[in-house]
């Protein structure tokens, strides 16, 4: 079946450090890819997408790339803030004629100043 | 402009309880989703609407769970008896169409906890 698999956290990184948060994925042909934040006490939002292999999705200086090939969709940022802090979700969307998205289980980022 | 709405933000039932949740969608938005977060996962999709009508309910325990989209509007989500196990993070989401791009507007969740 489809299924999403993230890194487990927490994840804790000083400010300005580099971070990864790892995604893979397992479906059956070719779903849309996502990152979802949670910043404490909101609501989920959409950080980025990739609806297509090779596709690049970027925002906020994040950014993520869809690699069919090793059927991953890494999360990256080059410098973090503690503004960063938040759950990070991957997930995948499936289906044509609806939105039914498959959460990862998050990844709790703390950033330290 | 107005994101999606959902009340009450926190509720606390004994087991066998009943309980009702609601949510306003974004005006204009026609598809409306109900998510159910256990702490420590990702949510999971327990019932799509489009308009008043159910698109996908596969997931949606009907033994105990129900909801309604009455006018196309508003939705509640009701769970009659809880379980321990129904404690969670009860999600509201909409969008404008339910395929192609379409981006998906969460509220904060309704945090449920049966004792």
């Known amino acids: 079946g489809n299924s999403v698999t993230q890194m487990e956290g927490p994840v804790t990184l000083s400010e300005e450090a580099f971070l990864t948060i790892n995604c893979t994925y397992t479906a059956t042909g070719y779903p849309s890819l996502f990152w979802y934040v949670q910043y404490p006490g909101e609501g989920l939002q959409l950080l980025l997408k990739a609806t297509k292999a090779d596709d690049k999705g970027s925002n906020k200086g994040f950014e993520a790339t869809y690699r069919k090939e090793t059927t991953s969709f890494h999360l990256e940022k080059g410098s973090v803030q503690v503004s960063d802090s938040a759950v990070y979700f991957c997930a995948l969307r499936y289906g044509g004629a609806t939105n039914k998205l498959i959460f990862g289980t998050g990844t709790l980022l703390a950033v330290q100043p | 402009e107005a994101g999606v709405a959902q009340s009450p933000r926190y509720k606390i039932i004994e087991k066998r309880q009943s309980v009702a949740f609601w949510c306003n969608p974004i005006s204009g938005h026609a598809t409306l989703y109900w998510y159910q977060q256990i702490l420590g996962q990702g949510p999971k999709l327990l019932i799509q609407f489009q308009n008043n009508g159910v698109v996908d309910d596969s997931q949606l325990p009907k033994d105990r769970f129900s909801a309604e989209r009455l006018k196309g509007v508003d939705s509640t989500l009701k769970i009659q008896p809880a379980k321990l196990e129904d404690s969670a993070v009860y999600l509201c989401?909409?969008?404008?169409?339910?395929?192609?791009?379409?981006?998906?507007?969460f509220g904060s969740g309704t945090q449920l906890s049966v004792l």
């Open positions: 989401a909409s969008s404008y169409n339910p395929g192609g791009n379409e981006k998906l507007f």
